[in-house]
């Protein structure tokens, strides 16, 4: 049956192109021949075809390199999807279970690859089923491009038996949106929507196509991928400016974003930390980007930041912003932000500039581009005696947890010590996601994906699933509170189905830990629809589902299961049961300034 392709997670096929074959016995020869039948195929392809809208989209598709596309079936789209099964050794459709679970694993392929990330739907309610994940996709800049069909053209407007105008539902929530109502447009307009999709500040782009263009033939040629052109917004002036705060100041600290990852800006944020001599925090979104394991690595910032870092930032006299967004998860109150610091940012979008937080100075442009610049011209500083402080700070106030019996931090540290660091790390949304974020030690980038801006619960089991079609070479682990789980749990079925190799940790307290949480802290232990004990056996749901299951109750029990569970050949999912009372520390009271952060030791002490 078309689609149902396995994942090979050997290391030839890491090292292999997307459509993998037998190797050729004599290399050379087959560089040559492949060369010169491209070279044909490309002479042949240059001259117009006559084919009809859903031969284009598959034209198009190819055009932009895409491998694989995830996606749900239905009426309208019909004609693109008899057109997928004539060319299912060419792109491999992953059919999800639900369409929502098709746009988080479009993201989850996107993050983990840089690349663009496709998923399709059928009209009506399978188009808005995608919203969700578009607006995830949306709200951490993620290049997702979603194809989706409507009802013929003469019937558009007047309520139309699954009849929905996505590309209006979706208009705040893309970089675009359009509906295609001439065959003629519709190859631009797809090459358009990849291009506007990967161009700049990534994010999201909607194409709806009424049926009858699927099925309306004209002439197609077919055109190399390209990128939107990106006007310089940065000067001269603006790189001085920069360089004149940071050789002025003497207690420099370095805030890292998401915007580092997109750019590819890894190595140019290690070089400049390193000339600058300074600490390094990172945002959920921004880790990786920097290596967790470095010495001048202080944890993250914000809400659920470590205490080094939030005193730090609130301490020292400038704060360098990498592709960051200064989201309220980071910077509590305004007011009260880095209130001795004077404010650098670098950014591709000049929307973010001065919107959340007022700068001193800041360069609109791709960070990559603008750190090689100020790389090249910056000496090196020395800054030996903040830096003493801030070493200072991070062994006196270290992340601590109960160390007795089983809890998330201690699954976390386990699984870094049984992946040794080399795992590609999803999460859904709530306590598990920081522990997540704080207690496995990221080196590399596009190995943490999680829904930062959205907090979509249920996120992370579609983008395990797609992270792992786009990493096969990787171990890809999906680590979900109970309440997210059961949101998207019908997903195990597509990786059954497939048998996708990934690993599914429930966290699992019974309760909604990150609501209890607040509860418990700050509404008077009232726990209004916080808690789950019910009778959901979650091992004979992922067994029902096809899945390999076990269940640790004991900390003791954890290393052995894992183990078991990266040698499996297909999904498997691990039910640990922890207390319904363990809370994420430190943690910030919402609008209160980064230094009132406290941990369990605080409330000891307080109480």
Request: charge should be neutral; hydrophobic fraction near 35%; include cysteine.
């Amino acid at each position: 049956m078309a689609g149902r392709k396995k994942i090979d997670t050997s290391a030839a096929a890491a090292e292999a192109p997307k459509r993998r074959g037998r190797p050729p016995k004599n290399a050379a020869e087959k560089t040559v021949k492949s060369t010169e039948k491209s070279g044909r195929r490309r002479a042949k392809a240059e001259e117009p075809q006559l084919l009809t809208g859903s031969q284009i989209v598959i034209e198009c598709l190819k055009e932009q390199g895409v491998d694989t596309v995830f996606g749900y079936p239905g009426g309208t789209i019909l004609n693109i999807y008899d057109e997928l099964y004539k060319h299912a050794d060419e792109i491999n459709h992953v059919l999800t279970s639900h369409e929502q679970g098709a746009a988080h694993a479009a993201d989850g392929y996107a993050r983990s690859t840089g690349r663009v990330g496709v998923c399709m739907a059928t009209s009506g309610p399978g188009a808005t089923n995608l919203v969700t994940g578009i607006a995830t996709a949306y709200m951490d800049s993620v290049p997702i491009v979603a194809i989706t069909c409507n009802v013929t053209l003469p019937w558009l407007g007047k309520d139309t038996f699954q009849e929905v105008d996505i590309a209006g539902v979706t208009m705040p929530i893309t970089k675009h949106s359009v509906i295609v109502k001439d065959v003629t447009k519709l190859a631009d307009t797809l090459r358009k929507a990849f291009a506007i999709a990967k161009s700049g500040r990534p994010g999201p782009v909607l194409v709806d196509i009424t049926k009858d263009v699927t099925a309306a033939k004209c002439e197609y040629t077919k055109k190399e991928p390209y990128l939107l052109p990106m006007e310089k917004r940065y000067t001269e002036a603006d790189i001085d400016a920069a360089l004149a705060l940071i050789e002025e100041s003497e207690r420099p600290f370095i805030y890292v974003g998401g915007g580092a990852i997109i750019s590819g800006a890894s190595k140019e944020v290690a070089e400049f930390a390193a000339k600058l001599d300074a600490p390094v925090c990172d945002s959920l979104m921004g880790k990786g980007a920097y290596d967790g394991t470095a010495p001048e690595y202080t944890g993250m910032i914000g809400m659920h930041g470590t205490k080094t870092t939030n005193i730090g930032v609130s301490k020292c006299d400038l704060l360098i912003a990498l592709g960051a967004r200064f989201s309220d998860r980071v910077v509590s109150n305004p007011k009260t932000f880095a209130p001795k610091a004077k404010i650098l940012h670098i950014d591709i979008d000049a929307a973010e500039i001065n919107k959340n937080i007022r700068t001193t100075a800041s360069i609109v442009g791709d960070l990559k581009e603008v750190l090689k610049l100020l790389n090249k011209k910056l000496k090196k500083q020395d800054h030996k005696e903040w830096m003493e402080r801030i070493h200072e700070m991070k062994e006196k106030m270290p992340l601590t947890y109960p160390h007795s019996r089983l809890t998330c931090p201690y699954i976390i540290e386990t699984l870094y010590e049984v992946t040794k660091g080399q795992a590609l790390i999803t999460t859904d949304v709530g306590q598990h996601q920081i522990w997540a974020a704080q207690f496995y030690k990221y080196t590399e980038p596009r190995t943490f994906l999680s829904s930062g801006g959205l907090g979509t619960m249920g996120y992370g089991l579609g983008a395990c699933i797609g992270a792992k079609y786009g990493r096969p070479d990787k171990i890809c682990v999906n680590i979900a509170g109970d309440g997210c789980f059961r949101m998207n749990m019908q997903e195990l079925a597509t990786a059954s189905r497939y048998q996708v190799p990934i690993i599914e940790i429930i966290i699992n307290n019974h309760v909604l830990g990150m609501v209890r949480q607040w509860q418990t802290l700050f509404y008077g232990q009232r726990y209004s629809q916080t808690v789950l004990e019910d009778a959901v056996d979650y091992v004979k749901v992922a067994e029902g589902l096809g899945c390999t299951a076990y269940r640790v109750n004991h900390k003791e029990e954890l290393p052995e299961v894992l183990k078991a569970a990266m040698k499996a050949k297909g999904p498997v999912v691990i039910d640990c049961i922890i207390r319904e009372d363990d809370k994420v520390y430190p943690m910030v009271p919402g609008g209160q300034p980064l230094d009132a952060v406290f941990d369990a030791d605080d409330i000891k002490k307080n109480s």
